[in-house]
């Protein structure tokens, strides 16, 4: 049997210090109960008498044997000390990285340690856990947990999603696990990839992750977009505009491009949305467009941070196009180019730009329509 007793984060201000999170995050942990007991990881410190409290009663009078750490991230290890101290006999399982984590995050902490290694068994009873390592997703510790008696993996934060498992999420699952996924794991497309290489042909009814709901059906449609997203290919033939304004101008570029696209689109005021659901809509479709100005000679701020975090998560395979501008000297178009090019990985760009001179002349206008054009093509 299996029990959740994972916890809901509904105060949290900023998941990992950076990520909005207005439904809050579940930190999941499961419990085995077999003819040996085990649980699935913990939850963030600020939930530990929670956590404990669940756990007694799940329990039933029992005691556990085992803590499965297949992720060191402290919204999930930091209450590992105060659950050992509670079950002194428990064996911590783990592989040498996720120890050397555990002495790194708790000096002086001395505990029984299971130290296993990739591909090796433990058995409870029916159920059994098999290590399958994932280093990078989405740190080097990182490794998931099969049961091949009930066909679960337990997927530590891959297939995770923002938001409480209090929320029912009118968006469905795919809105905020793609946020999740491009904000957190995004830079690590290729050892998804080797994951997903290495599960092929493993017999699979549910995913357990760390954040989000259990999946329990239709795992075809979960796994398909992760190998999507960490293939870098775009999802849909749609278009996400992402724009920074100092006075209005440009976000008036921004605006009628928008009202003369036949295609779906996204649009993201980069100094106020979301940062990461523009980085989301970056990656979810083919075409980006980038309407900003010179600033001290250089990317406006905010643009030059999307490029950035762009750059970070492997930006590529897509197609860009841009809108400058500037009043006196305006060169942020051939700053972008110099960006993208170094940076970003098989682009196609559209020739056609537009550079406003401060206000939108009808000559920009036109430019703007014909750009649009070519975006709907
Ligand atoms: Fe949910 Fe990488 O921790």
């Not at 679960?152 to 029912?168: I, R």
């Not at 992750?209 to 870098?232: A, E, F, Q, R, T």
């Not at 990656?283 to 950035?308: G, Q, R």
Request: aromatic content about 12%; overall charge negative.
């Amino acid at each position: 049997m299996v029990k959740y007793i994972g916890v809901n984060d509904r105060k949290i201000d900023l998941f990992e210090g950076q990520f909005v999170v207005p439904e809050g995050i579940s930190y999941n942990s499961y419990l085995i109960l077999d003819e040996k007991i085990a649980i699935m990881d913990t939850v963030d410190i600020h939930f530990k008498d929670e956590f404990l409290a669940k756990l007694k009663d799940a329990l039933e009078g029992r005691m556990p044997d085992y803590l499965v750490v297949d992720h060191m991230e402290p919204d999930h290890s930091a209450s590992i000390k105060a659950l050992v101290e509670e079950y002194p006999n428990i064996e911590v399982i783990g592989n040498q990285a996720t120890f050397k984590m555990i002495h790194q995050f708790f000096p002086g902490f001395t505990f029984k340690q299971k130290l296993v290694k990739e591909g090796d068994v433990v058995s409870l009873g029916k159920h059994s856990l098999k290590f399958v390592f994932a280093p990078m997703v989405h740190w080097p510790e990182v490794m998931m947990s099969y049961d091949a008696y009930d066909e679960c993996l337990y997927s530590a934060d891959a297939f995770g999603k923002f938001g409480a498992l209090d929320f029912d999420d009118p968006e469905g699952w795919a809105c905020e696990a793609r946020r999740y996924y491009f904000g957190i794991v995004g830079k690590f497309g290729v050892p998804v990839q080797n994951l997903l290489k290495k599960l092929a042909g493993t017999p699979l009814k549910v995913i357990r992750p760390l954040h989000g709901p259990v999946l329990d059906s239709n795992l075809d449609y979960y796994i398909h977009l992760y190998d999507i997203w960490s293939k870098y290919e775009p999802e849909a033939d749609a278009v996400t505009i992402c724009y920074t304004s100092v006075y209005g101008n440009t976000k008036e570029a921004a605006e009628l491009l928008a009202s003369n696209l036949t295609k779906e689109y996204d649009i993201f005021d980069l100094a106020r949305d979301d940062f990461h659901e523009a980085i989301e809509g970056a990656f979810e479709n083919k075409y980006l467009v980038l309407a900003t100005t010179t600033y001290c000679s250089d990317i406006f701020p905010k643009m030059l941070d999307f490029l950035h975090a762009l750059k970070e998560r492997g930006y590529q395979n897509r197609t860009i196009a841009i809108i400058e501008n500037g009043s006196w000297s305006p060169q942020v178009k051939k700053l972008i180019l110099e960006f993208i090019t170094l940076n970003f990985k098989n682009i196609v760009l559209i020739p056609r730009t537009v550079t406003i001179r401060s206000a939108l002349t009808e000559e920009n206008r036109q430019e703007i329509v014909e750009l649009a054009k070519e975006l709907n093509k």
